[in-house]
């Protein structure tokens, strides 16, 4: 499956963003999709995740109540809302998609090297 990432930008801390994430080529309601973010100087991090039919939500602590993920199998496309913007969620942004076949659960789901798909990234940028 190819995956686009788009939405980034500036924004002034407090601010909204959304980020979309374009799937295509395989049946996009077989895959787990979920977003990671690298930030300057940091290691690729973990940030939310769906399930295929958008059942369950799994989020990282620190954007609980803040960030949203969804998605739209009609369409093919993930997104995440970010509302509440933080300095400290300045990254880039990354989509992610697996089938996870042999394994289900929010401990796998948070794993980026189970994740054998990824979108090219898009920078988000938090200003103080």
């Known amino acids: 499956v190819q995956l686009q990432a788009s939405g980034g930008g500036l924004v002034q801390a407090g601010g909204s963003l959304s980020l979309s994430c374009a799937a295509s080529g395989r049946t996009f309601s077989d895959y787990v999709m979920a977003w990671f973010r690298q930030g300057p100087g940091k290691e690729r991090e973990f940030v939310a995740a769906?399930?295929?039919?958008?059942?369950?939500?799994y989020y990282k602590d620190s954007v609980k109540g803040r960030f949203t993920i969804s998605r739209d199998n009609a369409k093919n496309m993930v997104y995440l809302q970010m509302n509440s913007l933080k300095p400290e969620d300045t990254a880039v942004y990354y989509c992610?998609?697996?089938?996870?076949?042999?394994?289900?659960?929010?401990?796998?789901?948070?794993?980026?090297?189970?994740?054998?798909?990824w979108g090219q990234g898009t920078l988000v940028t938090v200003s103080s």
């Open positions: 992610a998609a697996d089938r996870f076949q042999y394994y289900s659960g929010s401990y796998y789901y948070t794993k980026d090297d189970l994740y054998d798909y």
């Open positions: 769906i399930t295929q039919r958008g059942y369950s939500t």
